[in-house]
């Protein structure tokens, strides 16, 4: 293989260019797009958006239209200042609760004998390949007042009065869970997988119970599983847009809601922009990190 | 060996209802005659019927299917490419670049990734004249992006567990890397380029909110379709479409998995 950071040459540049391209076009560019438009002047209804510069006055340089007002209205209005701290604050509690639900997945699945291994790994991703929209649809048949839930329970002589869960927080921790559910127990199940059961049979002849066993040992050897299922989750889930506007009701403040609501009802792309620019502020640390661990993660790789 | 605890099956068992109950209840109530969820109106398949009469929905379902086997084939190519890239060609300048490129689509909230495509292609329409107005090339754009990281994912994963030593020998006697891969390291990973494809196919069958952004008027997909009548209300049609779709998938992924574990039967 070639040395160092030696260049590429010619047959392998061929192979680089088309998806190195593509994604500085249509992934890259876009970034730099929405932050530039982000800078634009906001008008209601009038898209797409007022040019940054203007070239028709003369001169050498062009006069710019450019300005941070449309961050200052956001932090200005309590609508949205609500809705970013709102939408970190069910991301993080459904990424939580996804944390709590698919670690004691992903370690039955682990300590499972080998061959049943692959049937039950597939039993966990097989409802993400049906379609989510349609999953989401399944839970406000459940969720409603007069749903299979609360009908259950009233059946059952357990509640008078039927439970409010759609159009709640609740419902959107559920819709969040339960979508993304099967990226949190990968990436743990990866990591737990790799575990040497030598290490539990040691700390066992050691005297320690299981419980301690798990605290100290596996507990602790499975954190980078943590870390990634756990961005992974709460990542997308920051700017998530169908399970509040379908779970949650019209009460549901969230960016990602906020935003479409913007660039398709007010029709302001500016300040669309300005909010795709303020989540991705927020996700700027999580992202980084994901980045540093999956470079981590395959060091057979980088020495190929 | 330790005692087998009973904790965590018990957990998993009750993980998989979680995961399956909803989606049992749909299939059960597309059967459902009457229209109201919790009232059971004996056994029917007007919805169905009901369904295979909606020209909206046909519409929708044939765009969206044109649009998700254009998208996959694309970005199974250029996924596959990007695997190959990440896993074979060692350090280079611009390596931590292309993989952050690569790997993020696959977290990116969509509604950034959605405004982000259609403002470009917005301003590549009012300097390139390119492309022009939204639709098809515009989705397939859009999903071929949004899907490519996944190929990437899958297709990588199996270069980098693959055995070297074929492509190796081909190599010494002196076939040129470009014979290599398509004759030997092609073959070696069709089962995940197959993968790569469905789950492509799959992901873009599915999309609503990138798709919501990039498409223009006249051009709806099958997903935006369902979303906008959902919102309308709850229809016994969409538990009819969602069986349909559940039994599709199950049929593909069992035959695939079935034609995986016999492929590897028969190596070993």
Known sequence: MTAGRAKLDWGRRAVLTLPFVWLLAFFLLPFIIVAAISLAESRVGIPPYVPLFDWTQGGVWPASHASLDNFVQLFQDDLYVDAYLHSLSVAGISTAICLLIGYPMALAIARAAPARRGPLLMLVVLPFWTSFLIRVYAWMGILKDEGLLNSLLQGLGLIDQPLVILNTDLAIYIGIVYSYLPFMILPLYATLERQDPALLEAAADLGARPWRAFLSVTLPLSLPGIVAGTLVVFIPA??????????????????????????????????????????????????????????????????? | ?????????????????????????????????????????????????????????????????????????????????AAVVLVRFGAFRGRGLFSALVAAPLVMPEVIMGLALLLTFVALEQILGWPHGRGFLTLVIAHVTLCTAFVAVVVRSRLSQMDRSLEEAALDLGARPAKVFAVITLPLIAPALAGGWLLAFTLSLDDVVVSQFVTGPGTTTLPIEVFSSIRLGVSPEINALGSLIVAAVSVVILTASWLLTRGEAERD
């Open chain 1, 238 to 304: 920051v700017g998530e847009y169908v399970i509040p506007d379908l779970l949650g009701g019209s009460g549901s403040n969230m960016l990602g809601k906020a935003l479409w609501d913007v660039f398709a009802m007010s029709r302001d792309w500016p300040t669309a922009a300005a909010l795709a620019v303020a989540m991705l502020a927020a996700l700027v640390l999580p992202l980084g990190l994901l980045n540093r661990l999956q470079r981590r993660l395959e060091p057979a790789e980088e020495g190929a």
């Open chain 2, 1 to 81: 060996m330790t005692r087998r605890p009973l904790l965590l099956p018990v957990l998993l068992n009750l993980g998989y209802a979680f995961l399956y109950l909803p989606i049992a209840v749909l299939v059960v109530y597309s059967f459902n005659a009457s229209r109201l969820v919790t009232v059971w109106g004996g056994f029917s398949t007007k919805w169905y019927a009901q369904l295979a009469h909606d020209e909206r929905f046909l519409d929708a379902a044939w765009l969206s299917l044109r649009v998700a086997v254009t998208s996959a084939t694309g970005a199974l190519v250029i996924g596959t490419l």
